[in-house]
Nanobody, 128 residues
Framework: QVQLVESGGGLVQPGGSLRLSCVAS????????MGWFRQAPGKEREFVGF????????YYADAVKGRFTISVDNAKNTVYLQMDGLKPDDTADYLC?????????????????????WGQGTQVTVSS
């Protein structure tokens, strides 16, 4: 059974940095797309970015491009979301998700509905 467990959230001042972790277990994730999403209170779940587990190819939402970086540590079965230059608008619950790369479509993997496996989320608050 796939399990995804996020950690690393917290309170940070505007302009600060945080690194979120998502530990994946339950199967081999080679060939999987690992996505990061976020959800603020009263808003829809929003795509942040994704990475191909074995290719390392990444794609980001315009809102975070140039500030956020996703990476994979195969030895630790962990996906990271490095967040720099944080803004108050980045405040949200951050969730990681996994989907087998059945076929390649960039748009497909930007949609939350495309992912069957989800973590429980970790809260990020950006405030002075």
């Amino acid at each position: 059974q796939v399990q995804l467990v996020e950690s690393g959230g917290g309170l940070v001042q505007p302009g600060g940095s945080l690194r979120l972790s998502c530990v994946a277990s339950g199967r081999t994730f080679n060939g999987y797309i690992m996505g990061w999403f976020r959800q603020a209170p009263g808003k829809e779940r929003e795509f942040v970015g994704f990475i191909g587990w074995n290719t390392g190819n990444t794609y980001y939402a315009d809102a975070v491009k140039g500030r956020f970086t996703i990476s994979v540590d195969n030895a630790k079965n962990t996906v990271y979301l490095q967040m720099d230059g944080l803004k108050p608008d980045d405040t949200a619950d951050y969730l990681c998700a996994a989907q087998e790369n059945i076929f390649w479509s960039q748009n497909y993997y930007t949609r939350a509905s495309s992912y069957p496996y989800w973590g429980q989320g970790t809260q990020v608050t950006v405030s002075s």
